[in-house]
């Protein structure tokens, strides 16, 4: 069975109260926390992803996941890999930086819809916005 890494930074944190976590990521192995370049921004209970190399910082947890649940994952967030350009957001492969000083490889939900009129968490962390 193979097993990918997932970055998830909003509803399928650990401390996010939506139940999204306890659901989709039942079972996964906890990798640790990370961040990633990027702005985060609140579409309504839920965050948007848009990465940049020259923003600051979004905070997430990384977990490893086996195929079934990142199918799971896609459908929890809307998605199909490839994405369609109608769809809010594409899974990505990216390297991202864990708590611990590594780098990594993992999959992370981006957003490809224009974010004006969203509000900007300038925290760059959804639980904490």
Same mark, same amino acid.
């Given at each position: 069975? !193979?097993?990918?890494?997932?970055?998830?930074?909003?509803?399928?944190?650990?401390?996010?109260?939506?139940g999204?976590?306890q659901?989709? #990521?039942a079972g996964?192995?906890f990798?640790?926390n990370?961040?990633? =370049?990027?702005?985060?921004? =609140?579409?309504s209970?839920?965050?948007?992803?848009v990465?940049?190399?020259?923003?600051?910082?979004?905070?997430?947890?990384?977990? =490893?996941?086996?195929?079934?649940q990142?199918?799971?994952l896609?459908?929890?967030?809307?998605?199909?890999?490839?994405?369609?350009?109608? !769809?809010?957001?594409? =899974?990505?492969?990216?390297?991202?930086?864990?708590d611990?000083?590594?780098?990594?490889?993992?999959?992370?939900?981006?957003y !490809?819809?224009?974010?004006?009129?969203f509000e900007?968490?300038?925290?760059?962390d959804? #639980?904490?916005?």
């Open positions: 069975m !193979q097993n990918d890494y997932i970055f998830v930074y909003g509803t399928l944190r650990r401390a996010c109260a939506t999204a976590h659901t989709y #990521l996964a192995e990798i640790g990370a961040k990633v =370049r990027g702005n985060l921004y =609140r579409v209970y839920y965050p948007a992803l990465l940049d190399n020259a923003a600051g910082t979004v905070v997430g947890e990384i977990y =490893r996941v086996s195929a079934e990142l199918v799971n896609d459908v929890y967030e809307e998605c199909t890999y490839p994405s369609l350009p109608t !769809q809010e957001y594409q =899974r990505k492969k990216i390297d991202l930086s864990t611990a000083g590594a780098v990594m490889s993992a999959w992370v939900y981006v !490809q819809h224009p974010v004006q009129g900007l968490i300038t925290s760059g959804f #639980l904490k916005a």
